[in-house]
């Protein structure tokens, strides 16, 4: 079977930094993305790793290690509409469908 | 350019009952997946149509069912509905060989069974 473990929940002070984690367990890997989901609202691509290392696209990077089957999202200098659900989630190979986690509430207060 | 639209945006149906929901990708994709998102959990892959053939199918019954259209747009089918199919249903579409490997959503249609 196929899992990606995130954190349920994370709170974060506006202007800060957060990070968040994704370990996968899963048979294949072609690459790691990261979306954005407001309540209501639909799936916002925000990263795609397939090699090791970091992406950086503005105030959010992402990482991948392979050898460790982990990567996280960085968000950088918080505001409020950051305030969202995240999801890791994994390709198996090249065309497949995503797989994802469970998502990750992240609350950024005043 | 229209991103991913899908039609109704809420539903309310019955136990027993079938329902028909419908997607037409961005502009330019010619591929489509459903998925299904319970409350509080991450979505869950239906299906994928590719050339008006279904390519790819997660672990459904076969209960949901597709199509796609010569324009690219889809529809998914769910018969005998259960009170556990109540959730978001989200399309995406992509393009084979984009170098990103991203998937565009929809807004989803929400779907409660009573």
């Known amino acids: 079977g196929q899992s990606l473990e995130q954190p349920s929940e994370v709170t974060a002070v506006e202007g800060a930094i957060v990070q968040i984690n994704c370990t996968y367990q899963t048979s294949g890997f072609y690459g790691l993305s990261w979306y954005q989901q407001h309540d209501g609202g639909a799936p916002t691509f925000l990263s795609y790793n397939a090699l090791d290392g970091l992406e950086e696209t503005g105030r959010f990077s992402s990482f991948l290690s392979r050898s460790d089957s982990y990567g996280y999202l960085l968000l950088q200098e918080l505001q409020m509409k950051d305030s969202a659900s995240y999801f890791c989630?994994?390709?198996?190979?090249?065309?497949?469908?995503?797989?994802f986690g469970k998502g990750t509430r992240l609350s950024v207060i005043a | 350019d229209a991103g991913v639209t899908q039609s109704p945006t809420h539903l309310i149906k019955t136990r027993g009952q079938q329902v028909t929901l419908r997607c037409s990708p961005k502009?330019?994709?010619?591929?489509v997946s459903w998925y299904q998102q319970a409350l509080g959990q991450g979505p869950q892959f239906i299906f994928q149509y590719y050339e008006e053939e279904e390519r790819q199918r997660g672990n459904f019954p076969d209960r949901f069912s597709g199509h796609q259209f010569p324009n690219y747009s889809s529809e998914l089918n769910v018969n005998a509905l259960l009170l556990g199919d109540s959730a978001l249903y989200l399309c995406?579409?992509?393009?084979?060989?984009?170098?990103?490997?991203?998937?565009?959503f929809g807004p989803g249609t929400r779907l409660t069974v009573t």
């Open positions: 995406a579409s992509s393009r084979p060989g984009a170098p990103s490997n991203e998937q565009y």
């Open positions: 502009s330019g994709h010619d591929t």
């Open positions: 989630a994994v390709y198996l190979s090249g065309n497949t469908p995503l797989v």
